[in-house]
């Protein structure tokens, strides 16, 4: 009796070969669903027009598209309607307040100066400086309220709420980090499993060119 090894087909390697070709178009789509757009992505999450004005001593409605982190800056050089303000970059002393048109509930303003937040237009048209930190759970229309502290009407100062551009910046940062993280365990794995494959079908090639005669 005569026996033959079953001798796997050299089709095997072109499937050892598809394996990485498949990993690389899923780490591929990862990378599309993250970053279609960058940097226009960050651009518009952080850009200017995502930022209400509001003219202090004075009050504001304001809609809250979505829940998460919002700030409110301290525009010492701004425009407003075509008016120009001009005032020290120190900010001054300010009570603020947010307060739900639906429910009446007052949200916190919580006190966030750092220097070194600072944001501004190419021509310095605009600059400003974090001041205040908001966090919005429920989505909705909000009456901000800002006036000095003690009780002046003057100077005339521009504070613009919205989004947190430090927050935002580390969110882009921390997301776009877990999807490169991910494409890269997929095609690195994808690579290890096409070489097991190629392995494994190399050596059972090479065994089943063995024959057992018996007779």
Not at 77 to 82: I, L, P, Q
Request: hydrophobic residues 40%.
């Amino acid at each position: 009796m005569k026996e033959l090894r079953a001798r796997p087909s050299r089709w095997t390697y072109a499937i050892a070969a598809v394996i990485p070709v498949l990993g690389c178009l899923t780490a591929m789509m990862l990378m599309y669903r993250r970053f279609p757009g960058l940097p226009g992505t960050l651009e518009s999450r952080v850009s200017l027009d995502n930022l209400t004005q509001v003219v202090v001593p004075g009050s504001k409605d304001i809609t809250f598209a979505e829940p998460g982190a919002y700030a409110v800056y301290y525009e010492y050089r701004s425009v407003v309607h075509g008016t120009v303000y001009a005032s020290s970059e120190t900010p001054p002393a300010l009570a603020c307040s947010l307060t739900s048109k639906a429910t009446g509930a007052e949200i916190g303003v919580v006190p966030d100066y750092e220097e070194s937040n600072t944001y501004s237009t190419r021509d310095r048209e605009r600059v400003g400086v974090l001041i205040r930190s908001i966090t919005i759970d429920e989505p909705g229309t909000y009456t901000f309220s800002c006036r000095h502290a003690d009780g002046s009407s003057q100077p005339e100062v521009v504070l613009a709420v919205g989004p947190n551009f430090v927050w935002e910046f580390f969110g882009i940062v921390v997301r776009s980090g877990a999807t490169l993280v991910a494409g890269g365990v997929a095609l690195f794995g994808s690579g290890l499993v096409a070489a097991v494959v190629a392995i494994v079908v190399a050596v059972k090639r090479h065994r089943s060119k063995r024959v057992t005669v018996a007779g």
